[in-house]
């Protein structure tokens, strides 16, 4: 450990602990939460954490508490954090809601669970996206093993910075519960990104006037900037709208929120392939389904079965020109989910009909094996 508090070097870490660290390491300094299975030993490790590094950390009455907090803080200039599972995500919709509205930026880790229970899923992925109301943007990031679990949380913390927005981060439970190998770098060698600061005289801020990358300059409650925020659809200067007197002001407040993340979602989008030269057939997945995929592509391809493997990082936004491409090259694209069959519907949509898209799926606390993926690869039922 650091005289800052950070640690760095080889661990054999929990994934839930592997966030906080990351989290740490990306710069956070606040933490609000409520305890829940399987996330509460994030909140746990917070709360003795965010002391050493001289940060705070606060357990709130509920999640509803927790992500306004956490908003708050974010609005005071912290680079703040929540973690949460199922049930818990569900409450923090109208503060996920809000921050994106008002565009500030924090993180919220969700670790799904099945209803009840605390088996990983994937059942929350649409809520992600769809969850809050009203015309917004969400990044997603999907953690696959504990070394992801760091990474991408401090990932998450430079995307929510770089774009003034909140961030997911998904864990499923069987990487939160599980112990792996952890490489923390040295502190010099983290990328960190931190938000555009307010400058000039405070007469002359437009709080929600777009930057060159679409994202405005952001000021910290007490610098002397006067901001209003609000869920109301407001002009650049906070000023709330008169709808039917301003819709075209409306409609600009909406593309910028939503633009500036869907303009960049080449450069947001994070993936990793293999076998796609000469593919005919490919799996799609994310999260630990990915490592049951990547296993059965490779016994597909001791078969003489042309597979291919993609594994998506970031699932919202849809990396589209990623998945289109697999389209066209491919005949089949097979989906294995720990859900009803849910982003096997994005996939379909990209897809245009280009490739027949199947899904795999199951929501019973199991990640699919290997070879339940490679029997659906040479098109057995079952």
């Avoid at 929510?160 to 770098?185: C, D, F, Q, T």
């Avoid at 609000?230 to 075209?248: Q, Y």
């Avoid at 869907?262 to 997945?285: C, G, K, M, Q, W």
């Avoid at 597909?300 to 990396?319: D, M, N």
Wanted: with cysteine.
């Amino acid at each position: 450990m650091n005289k800052s508090g950070e640690i760095s070097g080889t661990h054999f870490m929990l994934g839930n602990h592997a966030i906080v660290e990351g989290a740490i390491a990306a710069g956070c300094r606040y933490f609000a939460g409520y305890p829940i299975t399987p996330a509460s030993e994030i909140v746990e490790r917070m709360s003795r954490r965010m002391p050493e590094v001289g940060g705070r950390f606060i357990q709130m009455e509920d999640e509803m508490g927790a992500i306004f907090s956490v908003i708050g803080a974010s609005l005071a200039g912290a680079k703040a954090m929540t973690a949460t599972a199922s049930a818990g995500f569900n409450y923090m919709q109208e503060g996920i809601g809000l921050a994106a509205t008002i565009e500030v930026p924090c993180v919220i880790v969700d670790v799904p669970r099945t209803r009840q229970d605390i088996q990983p899923t994937e059942s929350d992925i649409m809520q992600v996206k769809w969850g809050a109301s009203g015309d917004y943007e969400t990044i997603c990031l999907v953690a696959s093993s504990i070394q992801e679990a760091f990474d991408l949380t401090v990932e998450a913390f430079n995307f929510a910075e770089k774009y003034r927005n909140p961030v997911v981060l998904i864990s499923e439970a069987n990487i939160s519960h599980m112990r792996g190998r952890l490489e923390i770098p040295e502190r010099n060698r983290i990328k960190v990104v931190n938000r555009k600061p307010a400058t000039g005289p405070p007469e002359d801020y437009l709080p929600f006037r777009a930057g060159e990358n679409g994202v405005p300059a952001m000021s910290s409650f007490g610098e002397g900037y006067r901001v209003l925020y609000t869920h109301n659809p407001h002009d650049e200067r906070g000023r709330i709208l008169n709808v039917e007197a301003d819709p075209d002001g409306y409609e600009k407040l909406y593309d910028k929120i939503c633009g500036k993340i869907t303009r960049d979602t080449d450069e947001i989008a994070r993936f990793e392939t293999r076998f796609l030269d000469d593919a005919d057939l490919a799996v799609v997945s994310y999260g630990t389904e990915s490592s049951s995929a990547l296993e059965a592509v490779i016994r597909a391809r001791s078969e003489s079965i042309k597979a291919g493997y993609v594994k998506l990082t970031t699932v919202w936004p849809v990396p589209e020109r990623l998945l289109r491409d697999v389209a066209e090259k491919v005949e089949k694209i097979i989906v294995p989910e720990m859900n009803m069959g849910k982003y096997v519907n994005e996939v379909k949509r990209v897809s245009c009909g280009e490739a027949d898209v199947i899904p795999l799926s199951k929501n019973n606390g199991e990640i699919h094996s290997p070879e339940e993926i490679l029997k659906r690869m040479r098109g057995e039922s079952g």
